[in-house]
């Protein structure tokens, strides 16, 4: 089955920088990525993901790119703030979705 | 996206005691998982419960432990049966308004402490 390794597990940045978060799937067949941002005590929630077919795809200051003949894609987040400190799940799927263990961003004021 | 909703949102239980959580969503969907997140931890899906059939279990979950019922497009229930203190975790149940690997939706949790 799919498996989602994700790196780094935890990453402080300070305010206005870039963070990035990479992830890697086993999975060839694999062909949805979808990011999850989880803040404490709160669901996760989706706040960008891209298909296979698509190599990269920006929303504001988050931008996600897949490298598909590697098997990995990562999160870029700009202009970092402190509202997007959370815990990030990347996760692959094709029938069933796996997640990545998380990465817990602190963003430093 | 749906709106969903979980009931109870938390609760304390004993040991060898049974809860059933609850999953409402606001319009029809094709797909409802239940998932289990241990504090600090990754989301690990229990199973893929299925309109008008059997739920579709992971490898380490039974449906004697983790019965689950699905009587319609909109509901689903996830029964924790004989609770031991393991159990205690955060149950999300997930909806997809599209097929097998679309876009899934999470509900708020169902937060389970066991004693």
């Known amino acids: 089955g799919e498996n989602v390794e994700q790196h780094p597990s935890t990453l402080s940045v300070q305010e206005g920088d870039s963070a990035v978060i990479k992830c890697t799937y086993s999975?060839?067949?694999?062909?949805?990525f979808p990011w999850y941002k989880q803040e404490l005590g709160k669901r996760p929630q989706l706040i960008i993901d891209?298909?296979?077919?698509?190599g990269e795809k920006k929303d504001q200051r988050i931008a996600v790119t897949l490298n598909k003949t590697a098997k990995h894609f990562s999160l870029h987040i700009t202009e970092t703030q402190p509202e997007d400190s959370a815990v990030y799940f990347c996760a692959a799927s094709d029938n069933d979705m796996r997640f990545g263990a998380g990465t817990r961003l602190t963003v430093k004021p | 996206s749906a709106v969903i909703s979980q009931k109870p949102s938390r609760d304390i239980c004993q040991r060898g005691t049974s809860l059933t959580i609850q999953c409402q969503v606001d319009s029809q969907v094709t797909m409802m998982f239940w998932y289990r997140q241990q504090p600090g931890q990754s989301l690990t899906l229990i199973a893929t419960a299925n309109q008008g059939s059997e739920a579709t279990y992971e490898s380490g979950f039974v449906i004697d432990k983790f019965p689950i019922s699905r009587p319609n497009l909109t509901f689903s229930t996830l029964t924790v049966s004989n609770m031991s203190p393991e159990d205690s975790s955060i149950y999300l149940c997930?909806?997809?308004?599209?097929?097998?690997?679309?876009?899934?939706?999470f509900g708020p949790g169902t937060r389970l402490l066991v004693l």
């Open positions: 997930s909806v997809s308004t599209g097929y097998v690997g679309e876009t899934q939706y």
């Open positions: 891209i298909r296979s077919n698509v």
């Open positions: 999975d060839s067949a694999s062909n949805y």
